[in-house]
Structures are given as structure tokens and as C-alpha cells.
């Protein structure tokens, strides 16, 4: 696996994991994250690039710190 898909699919992971706990549904998330909910799927399985516009967006809604994510990711 490139290093590059490897950030996509463990940044994804965790937000999956963290969204799973938080919203009844991906829908639910994509909406209060302000994107398409096949935008949403596609990052959960680490096969869209984030910007950081939208990893704010997506942090804010997990109520997660951007650093700590990418902390906790390994970046």
C-alpha cells in the first residue's frame, strides 16, 4: 500500500470509528458535517482525500482537535 493511501485509510478509520459512536447513521454525519453522504463513504474507506476545509468540518462534528486526530492517526 502506497504511503499516501495508507494516511487515507487510518485517518478514515478513525473517523469512522468516532463517528460510528456519536451518529445513528452516515447520513447523519455527512449532514451535520455540511457533505455528501457519498463523500462521507468514500473517506471512511480511504479512498478520498481530505481537504482541510472539510477535516475541519468533520473534526468539529466529532469534537475532536484536527492535531489530535492526526496525533492519534500517527501524522
Given at each position: 500500500m502506497s504511503k499516501e493511501k495508507d494516511i487515507l485509510v487510518r485517518v478514515g478509520d478513525y473517523i469512522g470509528k468516532r463517528a460510528k459512536v456519536k451518529f445513528k447513521s452516515n447520513v447523519?454525519?455527512?449532514?451535520?458535517?455540511?457533505?455528501?453522504?457519498?463523500?462521507?463513504?468514500?473517506?471512511?474507506?480511504?479512498?478520498q482525500n481530505i481537504s482541510l476545509k472539510v477535516l475541519k468540518r468533520i473534526c468539529?462534528?466529532?469534537?475532536?482537535?484536527?492535531?489530535?486526530?492526526?496525533?492519534?492517526?500517527?501524522?
Amino acid at each position: 500500500m502506497s504511503k499516501e493511501k495508507d494516511i487515507l485509510v487510518r485517518v478514515g478509520d478513525y473517523i469512522g470509528k468516532r463517528a460510528k459512536v456519536k451518529f445513528k447513521s452516515n447520513v447523519e454525519f455527512a449532514n451535520t458535517c455540511d457533505i455528501n453522504e457519498s463523500t462521507v463513504r468514500r473517506i471512511l474507506q480511504g479512498k478520498q482525500n481530505i481537504s482541510l476545509k472539510v477535516l475541519k468540518r468533520i473534526c468539529e462534528a466529532l469534537d475532536v482537535k484536527m492535531s489530535d486526530l492526526l496525533k492519534e492517526t500517527g501524522f
